[in-house]
């Protein structure tokens, strides 16, 4: 491959930000054709592979990407050992525990059932209040869980609350801000270092990591 450096990118919700937020900088990508996954930006100094979400902690941890763009719900999930250079200035949201209007915040120290698509962030963050939780894991559709009667809270993100209001539930406690991340392989960090920390300068953005 060329001396273009590798950036993954999740094709949901974000893409359309990232796709607007570089246009500024003159990185610039086509979207024509929407079912190709490995583009080129017309600058010539990107490659991005536009991967599911969920998989792109996979593919920066292999050395696949040298970067990507994730938010930090994801990256706790994936339990991999990423750089996260510099939060973006946009896609942030609140990690909250909710639950329908009539149920009562929890109280005591549990058990609590708790529905969610994130697993490992519910059970570190209850853990480390000494609060026990029983979790069932979820894909998607969380709100789901306490309308139909599978569990009386969930563990989801919020970002306008429109899904919770719709479903008639509330947000019980806010337990963390969620932003998303420029993110780097460790290794690749090091080897491109010059590149990357010009590319964040151009953005305007400072390191969040010592330089190597
Ligand atoms: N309203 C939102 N809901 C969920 N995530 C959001 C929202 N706004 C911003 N984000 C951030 O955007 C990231 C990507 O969102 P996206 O919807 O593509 O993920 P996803 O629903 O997990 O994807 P997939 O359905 O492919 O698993 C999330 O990991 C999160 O950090
Ligand atoms: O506060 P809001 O603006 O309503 O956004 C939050 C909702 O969006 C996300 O779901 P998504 O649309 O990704 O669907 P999913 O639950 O099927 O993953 C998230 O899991 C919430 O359900």
Redesign the pocket.
């Known amino acids: 491959m060329s001396d273009r450096l590798t950036m993954a990118l999740p094709k949901?919700?974000l893409l359309k930000k990232v796709q607007d937020h570089f246009g500024r900088y003159g990185i610039i990508f086509p979207d024509e054709d929407d079912r190709k996954l490995v583009i080129e930006d017309t600058s010539g100094r990107f490659t991005f592979f536009l991967v599911k979400n969920s998989d792109l902690p996979v593919y920066v941890s292999h050395g696949i990407a040298g970067l990507g763009i994730c938010g930090e719900d994801v990256l706790t999930e994936s339990q991999t050992d990423l750089l996260k250079l510099a939060p973006l200035p946009f896609g942030s949201?609140r990690m909250c525990l909710a639950a329908r209007k009539d149920t009562p915040p929890p109280a005591g120290s549990g058990p609590l059932t708790i529905a969610t698509?994130f697993p490992h962030f519910t059970r570190t963050y209850y853990h480390k209040l000494g609060v026990a939780v029983q979790v069932i894991k979820l894909?998607?559709?969380?709100?789901l869980a306490p309308v139909l009667g599978l569990a009386p809270y969930i563990v989801?993100?919020?970002?306008?609350?429109?899904?919770?209001k719709a479903n008639n539930l509330y947000v019980v406690q806010e337990l963390a801000r969620i932003r998303v991340y420029l993110v780097a392989n460790p290794a690749y960090y090091k080897l491109h270092y010059k590149e990357i920390e010009e590319f964040l300068e151009m953005l305007d953005i400072e390191t969040t990591e010592p330089s190597p």
């Not at 894909?139 to 709100?143: F, L």
């Open positions: 949901g919700r949201t698509k894909a998607g559709s969380v709100e989801d993100l919020v970002e306008t609350g429109s899904t919770l």
